[in-house]
DNA sequence: ACCCAGGGGCAAG
DNA sequence: CTTGCCCATGGG
């Protein structure tokens, strides 16, 4: 039996993709990570411009990771202008992973004003308490709608919810009674897959952006957190300081094209990791005791 | 259009 | 140890 699969990764970075902020629930195993994709579970390593990955996922790993993607294409495609350059020699190899799209849009959801540390320690307690286990694997399946309708709110809440609980509860309860069904916005185009999602309790145009992106496939779709938005402002409106939230919206959706959410992405990660301004206190220089 | 609650990990002091 | 930061959504 083979010890692994192994598939041929160009022009992919599977550090930048797993650690850009898009998914939360894998984990550093040795020099690889290891995770599920849906309920499968998947040891990933990239060696090179291959991929070691567990025998018998090589299409799942392929798809999942969206090695079709055509990153040269895509890149040419952004604005060209000196921080999206930066961003893009910064974010080479990062791909927009497809996720399973109640995965994708329950994690975005309890992601809202919560760092990636956070994100992941909910994520992990949300599939301990209430997700189908996977034997030999560490991590359980991210729980299916059904059940976490059955939950409580403070059942919720002892996975370190907070309110978010009560909108994930709610957002669980419509799609198990099917008031929305997440298959048929795949049919939608993106102004009434936008809408239909923000139905759903707790699903904001920045969260239903980031389903759209991150599990619908919809590459044009652009979520704009605070790091955004700065980016935006910093850098397209230096002169006009007291532009809106609306003329920012409208801003992105025309100037970054059919890709404008891996430009958004690039944007984002480029933005997060790099070393924040230290503030300098006047009181900092203190005389010597 | 503006204002603020909400919750807990985490970095800084 | 204590304080302040983080920063989406919904409701007033």
Redesign the pocket.
């Known amino acids: 039996m083979k010890k692994w699969g192994v598939l041929p990764a160009p022009n992919f970075n599977l550090r930048l993709t797993l650690e850009s902020g898009q998914v939360f629930h894998w984990s550093p195993d040795g020099t690889g990570y290891r995770g599920l994709i849906g309920a499968r579970p998947v040891r990933v390593e990239q060696i090179g411009e291959e991929l070691q990955v567990t025998p018998g996922t090589e299409a799942a790993v392929a798809r999942y990771f969206a090695l079709d993607h055509d990153l040269e294409a895509i890149c040419a495609s952004f604005p060209a202008d000196a921080t999206m350059a930066q961003a893009v020699v910064f974010c080479r190899g990062l791909r927009l992973i497809r996720q399973p799209l109640w995965e994708c849009l329950g994690t975005f959801l309890t992601s ?4 990636v ?2 994100i992941r ?1 909910m994520s992990q307690a949300l599939r301990q308490r209430f997700g189908q286990p996977v034997p030999g694997w560490d991590i359980p399946v991210y729980p299916e709608p059904e059940r976490l309708a059955r939950a409580t709110e403070a059942e919720l ?1 002892a996975c ?1 919810l ?2 978010r609980a009560k ?1 994930l509860l709610g957002t669980a309860r419509s799609i198990a009674e099917g008031s929305v069904d997440l298959e048929a916005v795949h049919a939608m185009d993106d102004e009434a897959a936008l809408a239909e999602l ?1 139905r759903l ?8 952006n980031c389903a759209l992106l991150f599990a619908y496939e919809r590459l044009s779709a652009f979520p704009i ?3 955004i938005e700065r980016v935006l402002r910093r850098t397209y409106f230096a002169r006009k300081p007291k532009v ?1 939230a ?1 003329q920012l919206r409208e801003f992105a959706a025309n100037a970054f094209g059919p890709y404008g959410g891996y430009a958004q992405q690039y944007l984002f990660h480029h933005a997060r990791t790099q070393p924040r301004p230290r ?1 300098v ?1 006047t009181a900092a220089i203190r005389p010597a005791p």
Not at 112 to 115: D, V
Not at 201 to 208: R, S, Y
């Open positions: 809202s004003m919560k760092q540390a956070h320690q809440r370190g907070g309110y909108h923000c309790p707790g699903v904001g145009p920045k969260i239903a957190d605070v790091w809106s609306g503030r206190k």
